[in-house]
């Protein structure tokens, strides 16, 4: 899966858990939660997708270090087993 | 034979509109099922009945609105039934234009001028049976109510059909888009978006030119900036009404988190993303166990105070578009942390979505409020009448902390209780707040 293909799943979960939010004008760099307005619950849901979609099983510590598109896509490519 | 009367959602509920029904003369309905759509000022409320037995008569129109309390259907016994009393042969003389029956063909015409008239609304695809409430989703969303596949009374299409199209076609929708950009004209994107072509009901071809709505039109937008000013009246009316006869008073107390945040760390260490646990699950129960030792709280003040033998916290869900909605966790006290879990994950979307049920909207018993994501330490809240308490929770937050004579940092939590100095005094309040806070410092017995 390339980072595009990544992005892309990220942005239709992201309108999937919130689809009165428009995640398609999130910068790289904003952060995903205060931009488009998730809470701790959306936030869950958005990990439990994670792990439908990629396999990845995200511990709560990482929460801090994925907080923007960028970091997000980067943890998956890292995360993910092909 | 019993009389199902429209419910009061909500202090500030006078009326409804009927959108759609779920049900038809002879059907047999039981305890919990849907019977109709209603709009309210919150949104389109599915409305359950709390009997068994048969549906009898459907006594309110489409699109009527109806006041708090006026009957809508008639509900008969077994027996009642048997004699044939009261139901309309097959449902057809049924004294109401059902959503089928707007598309009754001309030989059943004699006996629908029994009947009240056509909504002068008549939409413009009449040929299609679908009930009002689908073909305005189906408008504002874009879809060809010819292509929805109908499962309701006689093969009508609901709003879920619609929704279920809406939703198959999600994914390709962009897609869609721009292909119909770049051919404009092409009036073979509805077929092509349509998931399943088998099940275009065969009306189809009584609809002249199938007239493709703008899809790319921002919809949604328009239609959640109308609930929200709805929503705003229905919060401004519940509010007004309370903060004019509702004498509040207000206590706050700190309570230390470290324990219950270092448990609720632990276990869902252990646990799948799916069933982690939200500090949010440990306050809601350690309310409802608090309640269970202070009772007087847990009840209404209408002509005196009604204590309430349920514990059914409602829990306060912000909506993005302004506004909020409260839906009920019922007989909270006996769930476990992963039930209230479970209810919170089914419901916070629903309310989102301004799609709950009539009980979850009706039935709560005091209310908790948990500002804390939005960076707020303190909350005072406003009770919702005619409850007598409401619970307020700030953020998280590091501050310093003295205990045993030492000074230290934790993790600090600000509770507060708003209630109703009619039904209960500061005493009382007190022993609650304390009671909230001790349970909090036990988490493992939540």
């Known amino acids: ?82 | 034979m019993l009389e199902y009367k429209m419910p009061s959602l909500g202090a500030d509920m006078e009326s409804g509109f009927l959108r759609e029904w779920h049900v038809k003369p002879g059907d047999r309905i039981r305890k919990g099922d849907i019977i109709a759509e209603v709009e309210t000022q919150k949104g389109i409320i599915e409305i359950e009945v709390f009997e068994e037995g048969i549906i009898g008569e459907l006594l309110v129109n489409l699109d009527e609105q109806v006041p708090v309390g006026r009957s809508m259907a008639t509900i008969l016994t077994e027996e009642e039934a048997a004699s044939g009393k009261a139901i309309p042969a097959a449902g057809v003389k049924a004294p109401i234009p059902e959503t089928a029956a707007q598309a009754v063909p001309a030989e059943e015409g004699a006996q629908r001028a029994e009947g009240p008239a056509i909504p002068e609304h008549a939409p413009e695809s009449h040929h299609i049976r679908a009930s009002p409430l689908a073909k305005r989703v189906a408008a504002e969303k874009g879809i060809d109510i010819a292509t929805v596949h109908g499962t309701g009374p006689e093969g009508a299409i609901t709003r879920d059909d619609v929704e279920h199209a809406i939703a198959a076609q999600a994914a390709p929708a962009k897609a869609a888009r721009e292909a119909k950009e770049e051919a404009p004209a092409k009036p073979a994107i509805p077929k092509e978006k349509t998931p399943t072509p088998a099940t275009i009901p065969d009306t189809k071809a009584e609809v002249a030119s199938p007239s493709i709505p703008e899809p790319a039109a921002p919809i949604p937008t328009a239609k959640a900036s109308a609930s929200a000013d709805t929503i705003r009246m229905a919060v401004a009316a519940a509010m007004g009404k309370s903060n004019r006869e509702i004498p509040h008073y207000y206590l706050e107390t700190k309570i230390d988190m470290s324990k219950a945040l270092a448990w609720l760390s632990e276990t869902n260490k252990q646990r799948p993303v799916k069933e982690r646990l939200l500090p949010a699950a440990l306050l809601i129960k350690a309310v409802a166990k608090a309640l269970n030792d202070i009772p007087e709280l847990n009840a209404t003040w209408e002509n005196g105070l009604q204590r309430k033998e349920l514990i059914n916290v409602g829990y306060v869900v912000a909506l993005r578009t302004g506004g909020i909605m409260v839906p009920t966790i019922h007989e909270t006290d006996t769930k476990t942390l992963d039930e209230i879990m479970q209810a919170l994950n089914d419901l916070i979307p629903r309310a989102r979505a301004l799609r709950l049920r009539s009980s979850e909207l009706a039935d709560s018993t005091i209310t908790v409020t948990s500002l804390g994501e939005a960076g707020v330490e303190v909350v005072y809240g406003v009770i919702y009448p005619p409850q007598v308490a409401l619970v307020g929770f700030g953020g998280i937050t590091e501050q310093p902390w003295s205990e045993n004579g030492m000074l230290t940092v934790r993790p600090i939590l600000t509770a507060t209780l708003a209630a109703d100095h009619r039904a209960s005094d500061g005493s009382t309040g007190s022993k609650f707040l304390t009671a909230i806070k001790n349970y909090l410092q036990q988490p493992d017995k939540l």
């Open chain 1, 1 to 82: 899966m390339t980072s595009e293909e990544i992005k892309q799943t990220l942005l239709q979960q992201l309108k999937g858990i919130a689809p009165d939010t428009e995640p398609e004008q999130l910068q790289p760099d904003d952060n995903i939660r205060q931009t488009l307005g998730i809470d701790s619950f959306d936030y869950l849901q958005f990990m439990v997708a994670l792990d439908e979609k990629f396999g990845i099983q995200t511990p709560e510590e990482d929460y801090g270090k994925i907080q923007t598109l960028r970091e997000l896509t980067e943890y998956i490519e890292a995360n993910v087993k092909n």
